[in-house]
């Protein structure tokens, strides 16, 4: 039986033909083109609301939205077939290997050194628009990071949702320590309180945003600096979300019983991708809260 033969018969139409696909290589898939389609769907929409706004917009202004949502879609259609085919499916029939493991590994570092990249343009679009008067000529900044006092600074939502993150991260690192000790019930309590961190954090930066735009008019298409904040920490919120879609399939594994103390690559991957995220949400703090703060 082919390579092709084997992959047809055990998946279906899920695969593509393989006939040409290399020996020993691996399967051929389509479910990667499909998340990475709608991944690159965000920024379209993105592109579109931009372009939707001022005098004379270029597209209708439900245009971007629309893109984007249907782009959500297709990225966690995608994202399922991808995790369950590759990971879900057969997870028990395969022998724990050390070198796929480790490749896994290399890949996600790989990924996340194209997210410096990514997150790394952003940010030197800020420190830009910073080396010009500060604020910016026509930019009224809001109060973003409270300085007066520890009652305000306590009360303030960003520093709510930067402890709560940190905590999230905490709570991730425990989690994937209790099961290298092969105590699942922990593990499981652990993934549980990680992703209802990071759901609540998601909800606090909607929160934020809302207050922004309803209560102060800070709007993305107000100011250099409304691009900078809005671009960083949309992003930001993009790929945390994503983190929540990921410790939530991990969580669902972890019901199923589908991790041990040899058998955990998912668990190392995610939380190598969940304490990136917070380690960038810390800088942007720094950097574009507190930094937006301090005038020349």
């Known amino acids: 039986m082919t390579v092709a033969d084997d992959s047809n018969e055990e998946h279906g139409h899920h695969l593509p033909a ?10 051929a898939s389509w479910w990667p083109f499909i998340t990475a389609f709608g991944a690159a769907g965000f920024y379209v929409g993105a592109a579109l609301y931009v372009l939707a706004q001022g005098d004379q917009p270029l597209v209708g202004p439900m245009i971007g939205p629309s893109v984007f949502i249907a782009s959500a879609l297709v990225f966690l259609v995608g994202l399922y077939g991808w995790v369950y085919h590759a990971f879900v499916k057969h997870f028990w029939s395969r022998d724990p290997n050390e ?11 790989t990924f996340l050194g194209s997210e410096i990249a990514t997150f790394g343009a952003g940010f030197v679009y800020y420190f830009f628009i910073r080396t010009n008067t500060w ?8 109060e973003l990071l409270p300085m007066g006092g520890i009652s305000e600074m306590l009360g303030s939502l960003v520093l709510i949702n930067t402890i709560i993150l940190v ?9 994937h320590v209790e099961l290298r000790k092969d105590n699942h019930q922990r593990f499981i309590a652990g993934i549980a ?16 945003y809302y207050e922004f735009i309803v209560h102060h008019g800070f709007t993305f298409t107000g100011g250099v600096y409304n691009s900078a904040f809005f671009g960083l920490t949309g992003l930001h919120g993009l790929h945390v979300s994503l983190g929540a879609v990921l410790i939530g399939i991990v969580f669902i594994r972890a019901l199923y019983g589908q991790y041990s ?4 690559v998912s668990v ?7 304490h990136f995220v917070d380690a960038v949400w810390i800088f942007l ?7 937006a703060e301090l005038h020349a």
Do not use: C, K
């Open 167 to 175: 905590i999230s991260s905490g709570t991730l690192h425990w989690a």
């Open 261 to 264: 103390a040899d058998r955990h």
């Open 268 to 274: 190392t991957t995610v939380s190598m991708y969940w």
């Open 193 to 208: 309180a990680t992703l209802l961190l990071g759901l609540i954090f998601i909800g606090g930066q909607v929160l934020e």
């Open 99 to 109: 070198s796929s493991a480790n490749a896994l590994r290399w890949g996600m570092v």
């Open 285 to 291: 703090v720094v950097v574009l809260y507190a930094g």
């Open 18 to 27: 393989v006939e040409d696909w290399p020996r020993g290589f691996g399967e």
């Open 135 to 142: 604020p910016p000529v026509g930019d009224e900044l809001p």
